[in-house]
């Protein structure tokens, strides 16, 4: 499908939007937010986030407003006379499986675990126990792991994290939370990271959009520290217009997450930041790619960043897989900006559709 106000530019789009990234950028109405809010509504999810109610949620950046009763963006919280709380207190909407190391992991090409350990192959592996969260703070129309709407509408499976934490074994190397997302589950992974912690070492991730809370970013930071793992940031767009249409919500605590971060770290050992951008045919061409490694590149140009393949899921399902010509033109231009470590992950998805991401 073309957008109707580039056809003879031949610029590709998706029906859940409407109009291609040109038309974004220069303030065309999409139909995006209808888009969001109809597929929500038809999973039986918080259709917008809140904005009028009394109580404020401080636990990630959408600062739901909720009235008594009221469930917020993510579907974890719930507003009581008193305030704002979990709806599950002591648990979490979770589901967990292993992942043999080494894994199909964003981080994989730098990871400590991978690099510096015996991963046991031949013999008994080491694994990665993937913690995978039925509750999230955004609304990606692209979204690759939707299984998770159905977890948040269902509120299940329920788990503590003393039940999570027991699923770990001898050769249990590393956990990554991921969904969904973490950022709703803060202190849900924090202390099931703890209890992890208690008997082994076990090196902890985070794979999120960053949109957290200033209350839960430093604790997670320090055990990711503390433990030898990453925080891998799924960047998506810088441009304000371009994350909105695409997501449903604002990026501005993202990238103030990732610039602190980043400066927190600037003399580190070893890894600890990732940005990972999904590269969407259509919207994250290479005028918005150029953005974001610009972006990433004058806070710092030795943080790895991962260029991902899109495979048609969800909402963007009319979308062709990312091209290879895509893929290379994204880290050559990636190279352009400055960055020193960069890579296309997941060749396996590229795809040889021809289509304009110029």
Not at 69 to 93: E, M
Request: net charge neutral; with cysteine.
């Amino acid at each position: 499908m073309l957008c109707p106000n580039h056809e003879s530019e031949e610029r590709i789009i998706s029906q859940s939007v409407g109009v291609c990234s040109d038309c974004i950028r220069n303030g065309v109405n999409s139909v995006a937010q209808d888009t969001h809010e109809i597929l929500r509504r038809r999973d039986l999810l918080v259709p917008a986030i809140p904005s009028k109610g009394k109580f404020t949620c401080q636990d990630c950046g959408n600062h739901c407003r909720m009235n008594e009763g009221d469930i917020g963006f993510c579907n974890n919280k719930i507003a009581t006379k008193s305030g704002v709380g979990d709806r599950y207190p002591g648990q979490a909407v979770v589901s967990w499986y292993f992942d043999h190391l080494p894994t199909n992991c964003c981080a994989d090409w730098v990871c400590s675990i991978t690099k510096e350990r015996e991963l046991g192959l031949g013999r008994e592996r080491l694994k990665n126990l993937a913690v995978f969260y039925g509750s999230c703070n955004s609304d990606c129309l692209f979204c690759q792991n939707g299984s998770y709407r159905t977890m948040m509408a269902k509120g299940k499976p329920l788990l503590s994290p003393q039940e999570l934490a027991s699923a770990a074994d001898d050769y249990t190397a590393c956990v990554c939370y991921f969904g969904g997302d973490p950022a709703p589950n803060a202190a849900h992974s924090l202390k099931t990271s703890d209890l992890l912690n208690e008997e082994r070492h076990v090196t902890v991730c985070y794979e999120t959009n960053g949109n957290i809370s200033k209350q839960w970013l430093n604790k997670i930071s320090s055990i990711i520290t503390n433990t030898g793992g990453t925080f891998k940031f799924d960047i998506k767009a810088v441009t304000p217009e371009i994350y909105r249409t695409l997501t449903g919500v604002s990026n501005r605590i993202t990238l103030r997450n990732f610039k602190k971060l980043a400066s927190m770290k600037r003399n580190r050992v070893g890894e600890f930041l990732i940005a990972s951008v999904l590269l969407v045919p259509g919207y994250i061409d290479i005028s918005e790619v150029r953005s974001v490694c610009r972006f990433i590149a004058e806070i710092d140009q030795t943080i790895p960043t991962v260029l991902l393949g899109f495979y048609p899921h969800h909402a963007m399902s009319d979308l062709p897989r990312t091209s290879r010509a895509h893929a290379y033109a994204a880290l050559n231009t990636a190279q352009e900006e400055g960055l020193a470590t960069v890579r296309i992950g997941n060749q396996g998805l590229l795809g040889e559709d021809k289509y304009r991401f110029d």
